[in-house]
């Protein structure tokens, strides 16, 4: 025997027909607000399926995710760890993801994500830089809430979550020159990402910090600025001429790429030339030695954004939140101390 209880059921029980129970259940105009919650009060008490469903399926709330396809070209691309640790976090606290991944035509000719045009996400995180138009459209095609992940958030109004990248910069900077370095080099491309700029900026007030003038020569591009792909032609352009004993690379990736391009001109890391990175990731590829980096949790930073997300649902109106995450340096063998 079926004892599942049915709207019919409900309106014999209340004395109302079918269809205005069908019509307080499902939020339509029609019903007055004391005769709707006397409906759904008592489809709560007696158990009614469907009504346990829908509130079940309201409490899961999608969040969108929305990123390049120039950051994912690796299949171990940093930003892959970084949805992945979204997806995880997600599962914990019952939300789900939906990833997009947006085509360089498609961000170039500003056309919307599906996951805009049809409604699929109740939030979006931006994860990853995108151009300051790109994400001027978005915004003015959605009406939900955005969150900027490692991206540009100075560029929309919004929460984000972020790494203090210039804190970073400015530490692995200053662990050079603790180590008796003054002529440091940075690599990294600028007005690529936010994330390359902002460690620039820490490398530059280390060295202002101690008197030292920063050497625009010993600045090496590492990456195409259209593509973003590392090693490009025209990339890594070491000035052979008059060589610093040290480079901070803005990733760990720059660096391995780095250190090939040093060893293939006859330097030796760190006898002759100390490297740093950025980020403790490498993808698809091994150093011949221990790289020293800069570390930021990933886990955790996926973590506060949603949990940013999920307050936002319950409180939209209030402020917008940025959260500025530090990291910590991780000490290996690419570096040692320079005789002065």
């Known amino acids: 025997m079926n004892n599942e209880i049915t709207m019919a059921d409900i309106g014999r029980k209340l004395g109302v027909s079918t269809v205005t129970v ?15 919650e006397k409906i759904i009060a008592e489809a709560a008490r007696s158990g009614y399926q469907k009504l346990r469903k829908r509130h079940e399926k309201k409490e899961k709330n999608t969040v969108g995710v929305i990123v390049s396809e120039r ?29 997009e991944v947006i085509s ?26 995108i151009s300051t138009k790109y994400s001027t459209e978005l915004i003015n095609h959605t009406n939900v809430p955005f969150l900027s992940l490692d991206s540009k ?42 994330s390359i700029d902002n460690r620039y900026l820490g490398y530059i007030k280390a060295l202002i ?32 001429d008059d060589m610093p004993t040290a480079f ?5 990736v720059a660096a391995v790429e780095l250190i090939e391009r040093l060893e293939k001109n006859g330097f030796s890391v760190p006898e002759d030339i100390a490297v740093v990175g950025f980020d403790n ?6 150093s011949k030695i221990g790289i020293t980096t800069y570390e930021v949790d990933l886990m955790a930073m996926s973590e506060q954004a949603l949990k940013i997300l999920k307050n936002r ?28």
């Not at 996951?115 to 994860?127: E, G």
């Not at 919004?158 to 940075?186: P, Q, R, S």
């Not at 990291?327 to 040692?336: A, D, K, L, T, Y």
Request: proline share 4%; glycine share 8%; with cysteine.
């Open 281 to 286: 990731f490498v993808s698809d590829r091994e």
């Open 22 to 36: 069908s019509k307080a259940l499902s939020g339509k105009s029609g019903v007055s607000d004391d005769l709707k």
């Open 104 to 129: 360089t035509d498609v961000e170039a000719s500003l056309e919307m994500p599906k996951l805009i045009t049809q409604n699929k996400a109740d939030s979006i995180i931006i994860l990853g830089p």
């Open 153 to 194: 958030y100075e560029n929309f109004p919004g929460d984000a979550v972020i790494a203090d990248n210039i804190a970073g910069g400015y530490c692995m900077t200053k662990y050079l020159l603790d180590h008796g370095h003054k002529k440091i080099g940075y690599v990294g491309s600028l007005n690529v990402t936010p």
């Open 313 to 340: 649902f319950e409180h939209p109106t209030a402020p917008d939140h940025v959260v500025m995450m530090r990291g910590h340096m991780i000490e290996r063998e690419s570096v040692c101390n320079i005789d002065n």
């Open 209 to 240: 910090g101690s008197g030292i003038k920063p050497e625009w020569k010993w600045k090496i591009d590492d990456r195409n600025i259209e593509t973003g792909i590392i090693g490009a032609e025209g990339t890594f352009e070491l000035p052979l």
């Open 248 to 252: 901070f690379c803005n990733c760990d």
């Open 71 to 99: 950051y994912l070209r690796d299949k171990q691309s940093f930003y892959w760890q970084m949805y992945q640790n979204i997806m995880l976090n997600a599962g914990n606290m019952r939300l789900f993801t939906l990833l």
